[in-house]
């Protein structure tokens, strides 16, 4: 099973992709359904919620109304095998069940949640706290960023897709890491998060009346996206990574803003470096010296903003980085992996210009 | 100069419409920005600021990087009576000096300022504060409310572009004084409104730290949106209009929620008279009777949502209403003006779904 | 039971009131805990929550640390009966079960929820969908609104405490019904509320993600606090009152704005009725004519401040108020009407001056 | 000028201190009236504005109505030479001016702003783009900061009040520094700031629009109080201090959250060392162990509350501090050190608790 299947499915040029949503009614599925539905090669299928069926996904999100159709289905009946691709907008357990029977049928799988990230099966039950159910697939899973793995992500048949942390740390480091500029082993990631990375459960803690107009941090001691940013650091650095990440909650609807802080161990032109590492890169906006990106800059866009200071001329970077959580974060990155996978424009689809104000 | 001009220019099917904007440091220049950057049959020409001659507008807006590569120009050498059509995102009294000269070059101009709002010079003057430079232009103005002037707008060489809360109270109390089933002396529209709504000024009062969680009325004995909204309910009754108003500065960024109040004189279906009234109006969303909109709903989007209430089935009805004060209250009905000027699907450019969460 | 009970505790001078609080968990509670720890003349001797008994309470609310050191304890242990009063800052329905124990303990009870607010259990049991427990008792408490009850206040063994809701728009009309200046069968409140007036509760409507930046009306065809506020604005004006209430839920933490709409149906100075009808009145600010109130000047302070508005000079009159739901709108007024059960001055404790910015 | 003056005057027990306050038209200034106005020792006698001489400030300020029934006046016939201290809640620069006169009237002062907190002129001069204009009183001048120099804030007739961000961070670190746990040359600082910490000024970057739903970095390679920040660790630590500090502009109100990272050069049990450290300091929180405060958990009160990490059990400690920019980063501490300079109880008038929800 670890080699691409020629039979994957690939809509002749013209064609819709058709795609089909495991669990539509979180913030990354609803967000992955404002995108598809202005997706001129996207043909959606079916989006499923077992607790939902029966009642128009526009009734559960009125911003839908007039341009999403379709009503929740359940999964069992929902023809995902008929699909050329499922997203999973799932908690995480969910998609390793599923991912044998649909790969079985020719299914490509792109899953927004953890099953596939970790390449660890021991890291991943340690951190989400469950057997991991299907080893073999996960070997053969890509891990879905494109800056780092374009060409695997194009031939892929399972995509775990990077979490919003992850993806903005790791484009952060990207340049420096590949250059041998700076101390791999002492790297801190200090981030920002918008209330949506939390999800749409109802939680007292992301409560507006607990989360507005304050600021904390949490899972200081360890957050489940540690392990996944090391191992993507470790990738691109070829060497062992030591980090220091601090989530943080703010009172912000979304945006993710890593401030990134590295030991310089090489001096260069860092402007200069990140610039031409980027270049030509359609999602990635290198910004000039001197800037300060703002999180509304990339909201609703699937662009991640960096920006390199040395600060008084230090010893130590500071790199700025933000992303759109639920866009390059979530679901812009899983319809730009889906893009690579069916030989569609990378940016297809993917053109919105940030809401500012 | 009343009527059309046979010479207007009218791109050709598959061409252009060459655009120049006035004034694009604002809300409604950048939201203008961003909604013809993705709109297929626009050709952005050149966009004027006195006071930033020279600089890219991305690096005043960076949500603009890689969309809009333009740079502010001084509007004498800015080529605007080369364009199709001029929008004119200024302080009120802009347009009106510019017009004269614009209209004789052939072009056409969508004003979202005041100057060509109100039909009386003299209501002009009390309410804005300067006298009205040039009223034979006012006269053949249209008033650029596509759900009320559709055809006088397709002819138009200038529009009057409606203030944000008029858009959202004249399409809540427009079904119920065309069919003149509720009493027009008096109407209540109890409105709040997004902080963006005020413009990007520097002024104390809509500081974060002043205009954030907190809600407080103003322009409660008077306000200039209130002639406007009279004007424009009386064409549509035939009958004088009386009419309490109140605005609110709301914590939010964006979005219109107008809350209206109409004694009942005449009995009938209401959820039907509305559903009737907008069928087939692409951009009015009249929803399930009992449902309640939030202005999230709309967030970028050039929708209208409506909602009619008859609490305990008693004499007054409550509307709600809500809208994107710099989509279809402001930019966005800019471009749904234009696209009827130069005979483009009216829809062309507009199928921004709203950013939800 | 329906009299004044001789026995009834009251602390000698300089003494504290002994002070339980049943369900110290949400909102309310941490406010009385907030409001009572700053009293100088109020002994807290047990706060309850079955749930969490056991931790102490600055452990859920950090913001006591250092002002409050009590442990929540099971209510069978809490020592309630030998209190001078205890609050029920509880779901509905919980106060008047323990009620009669109570009372035949000699406790006075003060309930922030809905037990003993209406008059008639009918209504009670068709809003509150539970029937009404403890009818005797129901008919012996006091409806605890001082600026109306003052005296009833005083002499109570058992009060309901108002909504926040109710309180706004009773003291907004109360100067106009008991002058019969205005309609009293057309009257319409506006109210818009913070977040937190919703509860402490996880619940998906009320995340940060959902009610923040966005605004939106609730309950438009009937709310609970419809029938009370109807309820007490007939025994204010003596006739029946018809009222059109809409509530909104607004991306603020704290306040609520009721903008209040009435018809003129005598003639008078209505700047000088509402200074003279509130002259005296601690709690309640009539501002000069013109004013508009924000919900931030009375953020954490037990005002609620009033404007009243003629617009245009035409037939309607529009009053503003405003008020801190968790304060005068719950446990400030609780705690202003433990003060006059205990012949403490009724602004004792109640100093705090409202946090703004 | 350098000894401390034997006539300075101080009100005898039971006397209240005769307060003057310039500049009283921003967010520090309302603070210290909010304060002032509940403290059982002050009495304030004047505050002064030129620009806005015989306005009330409650007219300003609404919160203060019934609280505050001064005026505005203009600083010349003000009487600030008949106080016993004056705070200056200005601009950097106009406490200097002032300083001559008022100390040779008996007078002592405590300055909110920057002109007596850098101890080199050159520095100061550097950074706040004004040559210094008294450094005799700057050499006298004792930096406010209670928990490090309380003893001399006794004694001193000159305060430079330290910024917000320096106070969270110093108190950060100081235990760390004072113990020579932390490599003191490679400190980082990664600060979150709510948007009142920029003054109520008119500007655009701080609007709410601009400001709200999004997060940003700035300063990045230079803030005013980086050499602020560096001096008082360097008093600390008795060693020269490399700092990186990342200011960010957060979508709060109020609050600093300080994240402060240290690489750990002496192995002891941190969590100890932080209790004792600030055992018996009354505004100094030290939170157990693995907590991670809110920034509201200290909105509107005088307390700094931290939590000191060792993630992952590596060689890096992440301290969290959370403090309310206007009260313990600005008017609480002032206040305090009011009270020390006129042998009033520390915490007098300070007991307010934190506003949450």
């Not at 390199?308 to 812009?332: C, E, F, M, W, Y």
């Amino acid at each position: 099973m670890s080699t691409v299947n020629a039979a994957l499915r690939a809509p002749a040029t013209g064609d819709r992709v058709r795609i089909g949503i495991v669990g539509g009614t979180g913030y990354t599925g609803v967000e992955l359904l404002r995108l598809l539905a202005q997706h001129p090669r996207a043909e959606l299928r079916a989006i499923t919620s077992r607790k939902e069926a029966g009642m128009p996904v526009a009734e559960m999100f009125p911003s839908l109304r007039g341009a999403v159709s379709l009503a929740f289905s359940d999964p069992a009946g929902a023809g995902l095998e008929d699909c050329d691709v499922v997203f999973f907008a799932t908690p995480h357990g969910v998609a390793m069940e599923a991912a044998p029977r649909l790969l079985a049928a020719g299914v490509r799988l792109i899953d927004l949640a953890a099953d596939f990230r970790l390449k660890d099966p021991a890291v991943f039950e340690q951190w989400y706290r469950m057997p991991h159910g299907c080893t073999d697939i996960l070997a053969e899973a890509v891990y879905g960023l494109p800056e780092v793995n374009r060409e695997a992500i194009r031939r892929a048949r399972v995509i775990g897709l990077p979490g919003c942390y992850p993806t903005s740390v790791q484009l952060a480091l990207k340049p420096l890491l590949a250059a041998g500029a700076v101390d791999p082993l002492h790297l801190i990631a200090d981030c920002k998060s918008g209330v949506s990375g939390a999800g749409r459960k109802a939680e007292v803690n992301i409560l507006f009346a607990e989360a507005s107009d304050s600021l904390k941090a949490y899972g200081v001691s360890g957050h489940r996206h540690h392990p996944e940013i090391v191992q993507g650091l470790q990738a691109i650095a070829g060497t062992p990574v030591g980090l220091v990440f601090t989530p943080h909650l703010t009172p912000m609807i979304r945006g993710i803003h890593a401030t990134v802080y590295a030991r310089i161990t090489r001096e260069m032109d860092f402007q200069s470096l990140f610039e031409e590492h980027y270049r030509g890169e359609p999602f990635v906006d290198v910004m000039p010296a001197g800037s300060t990106p703002d999180t509304r800059s990339v909201r609703g866009a699937n662009t991640c903003r960096l920006a390199v200071h040395r600060p008084q001329g230090g010893d130590t970077l500071t790199v700025l980085s933000v992303i759109d959580n639920l866009v390059k974060g979530a679901a812009g990155q899983a319809v730009q992996a889906m893009n690579l996978m069916f030989d569609l424009p990378e940016t297809c689809g993917l053109g919105q210009v940030a809401l500012l104000p």
